[in-house]
């Protein structure tokens, strides 16, 4: 194979890889949208089926480590198939739901197999990426999540007025088949591909000596326990769809108008996301100059993306004025309208804009400490357990919105139950703005210890 074929093949390969990543968010998004109705129809409360979408995040991030764990023993295209066969199935078998016990089964396998994608999909990636372009390249893995919760949001939002809430998981077990037929051409990835020091030459497993190392790992802890706190509060993010119909429905609209506008807001006021490939390639810079820079960097947007998001929350959708009907997009236009000529709009786009930009500064500069600090046949299981601590964190958020909507709906009417939920679970992003903090020191011992042992298996040192 050529050298441009290579190349090309490799690009594609993370093409399909970041496809993937944004699957896992947009089963997720689907929920909050079509949560009204799925209640409705199962006859169950709106808590519950809050656990419903916490149990399939849970699933997939303990399914994850034993993904990580099959795929050092078996060829991981192949595990990658297996697994979004597993989520497509599922995803399309829960669209025949007709009972709350069938749903839970049916997105406990979609977690079971989304949860391939978090660990495998990850450890293939970052084996392709060059060091000097790791914190840019992750950056569209992480935006990919962030567009994908938008995507399920708003296909939920556009299809279940004029269909059935089951309509959108069928359309996405569909679409998951062509994902499926895409993996078959992805290139077989070799472990540290992208370590080109390393060549080909690599083939270092997991020793029992390193173990002790990796546990050890100073930066490994901090990056757990900041994934599990950050994830509390931005796992709670998905309800702000939910949020927004109370709000519109405060001014006379109907459920069915006020889901379609809020799928659009929530798209729209979460535009700043894109910023995350400036922040990923900003985060480079700062890691070119000091380990410590990216640690400073991202710690600075996660704690100023807090008093935005709750800022936002409480604000007015004062004045709204939107068409009304089934015609998607003559109210789409109505809504872009309102960001010109309504102030309290333009305001809650402005505040949103800077605040999913801070927020959106997170992933891929995590992800890319997460690699920075770990020998790369360790890359795999470190994000296995990463992803443990994230989805662990979004769980309990999800969780967490639930628990905090039953005690404060006993004080507060709708909207003011939801602002006030959500503010709350956004003070965590304190905790996990030290966590960064505490690493930076960890960081330029672990990261030298991971460039020295490179250095000595290409025999450079």
Same mark, same amino acid.
Request: glycine residues 8%; positive net charge; aromatic residues 14%.
């Given at each position: 194979?050529?050298?441009?074929?290579?190349?090309?093949?490799?690009?594609?390969?993370?093409?399909?890889?970041?496809?993937?990543?944004?699957?896992?968010?947009?089963?997720?998004?689907?929920?909050?949208?079509?949560?009204?109705?799925?209640?409705?129809?199962?006859?169950?409360?709106?808590?519950?089926?809050? $656990?419903?979408?916490?149990?399939?995040?849970?699933?997939?991030?303990?399914?994850?480590?034993?993904?990580?764990?099959?795929?050092?023993?078996?060829?991981?295209?192949?595990? @990658?198939?297996?697994?979004?066969?597993?989520?497509?199935?599922?995803?399309?078998?829960?669209?025949?739901?007709?009972?709350?016990?069938?749903? @839970?089964?049916?997105?406990?396998?979609?977690?079971?197999?989304?949860? !391939?994608?978090?660990?495998?999909? $990850?450890?293939?990636?970052?084996?392709?990426?060059?060091?000097?372009?790791?914190?840019?390249?992750?950056?569209?893995?992480?935006?990919?999540? =962030?567009?994908?919760?938008?995507?399920?949001?708003?296909?939920?939002?556009?299809?279940?007025?004029? #269909?059935?809430?089951?309509?959108?998981?069928?359309?996405?077990? $569909?679409?998951?088949?062509?994902?499926?037929?895409?993996?078959?051409?992805?290139?077989?990835?070799?472990?540290?591909?992208?370590? %080109?020091?390393?060549?080909?030459?690599? &083939?270092?497993?997991?020793?029992?000596?390193?173990?002790?190392?990796?546990?050890?790992? =100073?930066?490994?802890?901090?990056?757990?326990?900041?994934?599990?706190?950050? #994830?509390?509060?931005?796992?709670?993010? +998905?309800?702000?769809?939910?949020?927004?119909?109370?709000?519109?429905?405060?001014?006379?609209?109907?459920?069915?108008?006020?889901?379609?506008?809020?799928?659009?807001?929530?798209?729209?006021?979460?535009?700043?996301?894109?910023?995350?490939?400036?922040?990923?390639?900003?985060?480079?810079?700062?890691?070119?100059?000091?380990?410590?820079?990216?640690?400073?960097?991202?710690?600075?947007?996660?704690?100023?993306?807090?008093?935005?998001?709750?800022?936002?929350?409480? @604000?007015?959708?004062?004045?709204?004025?939107?068409? /009304?009907?089934?015609?998607?997009?003559?109210?789409?236009?109505?809504?872009?309208?309102?960001?010109?000529? #309504? *102030?309290?709009?333009?305001?809650?786009?402005?505040?949103?804009? $800077?605040?999913?930009?801070?927020?959106?500064?997170? &992933?891929?500069?995590?992800?890319?400490?997460?690699?920075?600090?770990?020998?790369?046949?360790?890359?795999?299981?470190?994000?296995?357990?990463?992803?443990?601590?994230?989805?662990?964190?979004?769980?309990?958020?999800?969780?967490?919105?639930?628990?905090? %909507?039953?005690?404060?709906?006993?004080?507060?009417?709708?909207?003011?139950?939801?602002?006030? /939920?959500?503010?709350?679970?956004?003070?965590?992003?304190? *905790?996990? &703005?030290? !966590?960064?903090?505490?690493?930076?020191?960890?960081?330029?011992?672990? +990261?030298?210890?991971?460039?020295?042992?490179?250095?000595?298996?290409?025999?450079?040192?």
């Amino acid at each position: 194979m050529s050298l441009k074929s290579s190349n090309l093949k490799i690009r594609y390969t993370i093409f399909v890889i970041i496809i993937l990543a944004a699957f896992e968010h947009i089963v997720i998004g689907l929920f909050p949208p079509l949560i009204q109705y799925m209640a409705k129809d199962l006859k169950v409360d709106i808590a519950s089926l809050g $656990f419903v979408s916490a149990a399939n995040i849970l699933v997939a991030s303990i399914s994850s480590l034993y993904w990580g764990y099959l795929s050092r023993k078996y060829q991981r295209k192949k595990m @990658l198939i297996a697994g979004t066969l597993i989520w497509t199935v599922s995803i399309f078998l829960t669209s025949f739901s007709n009972s709350y016990f069938q749903l @839970l089964i049916f997105q406990i396998g979609t977690g079971f197999g989304l949860g !391939c994608i978090a660990s495998i999909g $990850f450890s293939v990636i970052t084996d392709y990426i060059p060091y000097q372009k790791r914190g840019f390249i992750l950056s569209f893995w992480g935006m990919a999540q =962030g567009m994908g919760g938008i995507s399920g949001s708003i296909l939920a939002s556009l299809t279940v007025e004029n #269909n059935s809430w089951k309509w959108p998981f069928e359309i996405v077990g $569909f679409i998951g088949l062509f994902v499926v037929f895409s993996i078959l051409f992805i290139q077989n990835p070799i472990r540290a591909e992208s370590e %080109l020091k390393l060549k080909d030459s690599y &083939t270092k497993n997991q020793e029992a000596k390193h173990i002790k190392l990796f546990n050890s790992n =100073g930066s490994n802890v901090y990056l757990f326990l900041q994934a599990f706190l950050m #994830n509390i509060a931005t796992g709670s993010l +998905i309800w702000i769809p939910t949020l927004y119909i109370y709000k519109i429905m405060q001014h006379g609209y109907s459920m069915g108008t006020a889901v379609i506008v809020s799928g659009y807001l929530y798209a729209i006021f979460q535009i700043g996301g894109i910023a995350s490939i400036y922040f990923g390639h900003l985060g480079d810079k700062f890691q070119r100059k000091s380990f410590k820079g990216r640690a400073y960097l991202t710690a600075f947007f996660v704690f100023i993306s807090m008093p935005l998001y709750i800022l936002l929350f409480n @604000l007015p959708m004062t004045n709204l004025s939107v068409s /009304t009907g089934k015609n998607e997009f003559i109210i789409l236009v109505s809504i872009l309208e309102q960001i010109f000529i #309504n *102030p309290w709009i333009t305001l809650m786009f402005v505040i949103s804009l $800077f605040a999913s930009a801070a927020q959106s500064a997170n &992933t891929p500069n995590w992800m890319a400490l997460l690699t920075d600090v770990n020998l790369p046949e360790y890359r795999g299981i470190a994000f296995s357990i990463a992803n443990l601590f994230n989805s662990l964190g979004r769980a309990v958020g999800n969780a967490g919105v639930g628990i905090l %909507l039953g005690i404060l709906s006993n004080r507060f009417t709708e909207p003011y139950s939801y602002i006030y /939920t959500l503010s709350i679970l956004q003070i965590f992003l304190i *905790p996990s &703005t030290l !966590c960064y903090l505490k690493m930076s020191r960890n960081n330029v011992i672990n +990261i030298k210890y991971v460039n020295k042992i490179l250095k000595k298996r290409a025999g450079k040192v």
